[in-house]
């Protein structure tokens, strides 16, 4: 799987930005996938995950009540939509797969087999 993230930009403070991330090949249904970030000079962090058919999605709290991350499975893509956002959520946006079997999802980035190239998220005060 071949992951592409897009989307990311500069945005001032209380702004939204929709972040996809289109994935290759013909089983993205069989795919968990997640989104991290990692802001200069710290560690890449977990920012939200959901379910290869959609049914199940978690939120770093951070990000809770302001971030949704959805799926298209039928377009091979998964969405990070970034509401009311602030300067502390400047950082570069990962996308990434892992296989699963089930509905379960990923929270910790060595449960992901594919990863993206990543997109610039900045958000000014």
């Not at 290759?24 to 058919?53: H, L, N």
């Not at 602030?86 to 992901?112: N, Q, W």
Request: positive net charge; proline residues 2%.
């Amino acid at each position: 799987v071949q992951l592409q993230a897009s989307g990311g930009g500069l945005v001032q403070a209380g702004g939204s930005l929709t972040l996809p991330c289109a994935a290759s090949g013909r089983t993205f249904s069989s795919y968990a996938m997640g989104w991290f970030r990692q802001a200069p000079g710290k560690e890449r962090e977990f920012v939200a995950a959901i379910s290869r058919s959609g049914v199940r999605t978690y939120y770093a709290d951070s990000v809770k009540g302001r971030f949704t991350i959805s799926r298209d499975n039928a377009k091979n893509t998964v969405y990070l939509r970034m509401n009311s956002l602030k300067p502390e959520d400047t950082a570069v946006y990962y996308c990434a797969a892992g296989r699963v079997h089930s509905e379960r999802i990923y929270l910790t980035s060595h449960e992901y087999d594919y990863w993206g190239q990543g997109t610039q998220v900045t958000v000014s005060s």
